[in-house]
């Protein structure tokens, strides 16, 4: 069982910067780590995934440029650095632990067994 923690969100004017954290426990992190996005009234979104193994990293093209995905293994924790931020971009955001499947397909939140609670961010504009 792996539980995951995120903090960091909060409100931030476009433009700005926020940076998210998820500290995870329980166990070490997945090599599959991902952040995910809901807005009201939409479907979560993909936003970043790091796939530690083959050290490679995946952003969605809304982000692309503008966030960035690291992590500390010794910390068990991972972050998204998120610059020059626009009203879009406010969600919950959730981190989330990739099962066996998730390096395959990064980008779906189907191949993510664990959750956090989510953190939100408001931008305005």
């Known amino acids: 069982q792996v539980q995951l923690v995120e903090s960091g969100g909060g409100l931030v004017q476009a433009g700005g910067s926020l940076r998210l954290s998820c500290a995870a426990s329980g166990r070490a992190l997945s090599s599959t780590m991902g952040w995910f996005r809901q807005a009201p009234g939409k479907e979560r979104e993909f936003v970043a995934a790091m796939i530690w193994s083959v050290s490679s990293t995946y952003y969605a093209d809304s982000v692309k440029g503008r966030f960035t995905m690291s992590r500390d293994i010794a910390k068990n924790t991972v972050w998204l650095q998120m610059n020059s931020l626009k009203p879009e971009d406010t969600a919950v955001y959730y981190c989330?632990?990739?099962?066996?499947?998730?390096?395959?397909?990064?980008?779906?939140?189907?191949?993510?067994?664990?959750w956090g609670q989510g953190t939100q961010v408001t931008v305005s504009s």
């Open positions: 989330a632990a990739g099962g066996a499947l998730a390096p395959v397909a990064p980008r779906n939140a189907l191949r993510y067994d664990y």
